[in-house]
């Protein structure tokens, strides 16, 4: 079973969230979302709210989720969910772990930068990242692509590569046809 982790806070971006959530679970994949609370009274519910006012209830918290091995984790941009990902110990150890461990990390918009490069996850990596971020990445040199896979990293841009970007994470977890598979059903051609 293909295990993905999508850690949100309140902030946390919506589209980049849900659409990803979506095509990983079209896949066939079992995602699971836990929650990054921002403060103590923060942490006594599952309840989110996404930055544009969506509110959802994620299905653990992020201490139980950084009990187990996941296939990928992936993180969200948005804000302030970044900032409260960002200094998040059980989070950004449970990154760390994976990273050493050699299994998948996906980040998009803000997260590349205030998450990943900025706890030392992206050294020797090429990423991108929202563009008036890329000044934060290790290394700049594919910063203005949409899509960047390294090793086992995969970034991207911002909302409006968010699509693009999902459709990256099921061809690297499940293949190129079955990415083909999920496009087909998620935007028929007539």
């Known amino acids: 079973m293909i295990d993905i982790l999508i850690p949100v806070a309140n902030g946390s971006e919506e589209i980049e969230t849900c659409s990803t959530y979506d095509l990983l679970k079209r896949a066939g994949a ?37 009990k187990k091995p996941w296939t990928m984790i992936f993180v969200p941009g948005g804000s302030p969910g970044t900032e409260n990902l960002a200094k998040s110990e059980a989070l950004v150890g449970l990154l760390k772990r994976q990273k050493e461990e050699g ?4 980040a998009i918009c803000a997260a ?10 992206l050294a020797g990596e090429k990423a991108t990242c929202y563009p008036v971020l890329h000044d934060k990445l290790p290394d700049q040199s594919m910063a203005k ?16 590569t968010a699509f693009k970007f999902s459709a990256e994470l099921v061809k690297a ?13 998620a935007y028929p051609k007539p």
Do not use: C, H
């Not at 590349?112 to 996850?121: H, I, Q, S, T």
């Open 30 to 66: 079992k995602v699971t979302m836990a929650k990054v609370p921002s403060n103590a009274e923060d942490a006594k519910s599952l309840n989110v709210t996404l930055d544009q006012g969506m509110k959802i209830i994620t299905d653990m918290n992020i201490e139980d989720a950084a």
């Open 103 to 106: 299994r998948w990390i996906a």
């Open 112 to 121: 590349p930068a205030l998450v990943l490069a900025a706890n030392g996850l």
């Open 145 to 160: 692509e949409e899509v960047v896979v390294s090793n086992k990293i995969i970034t991207s841009q911002s909302p409006g």
């Open 173 to 185: 977890l499940f293949g190129n046809a079955k990415m083909e598979e999920v496009l087909k059903a």
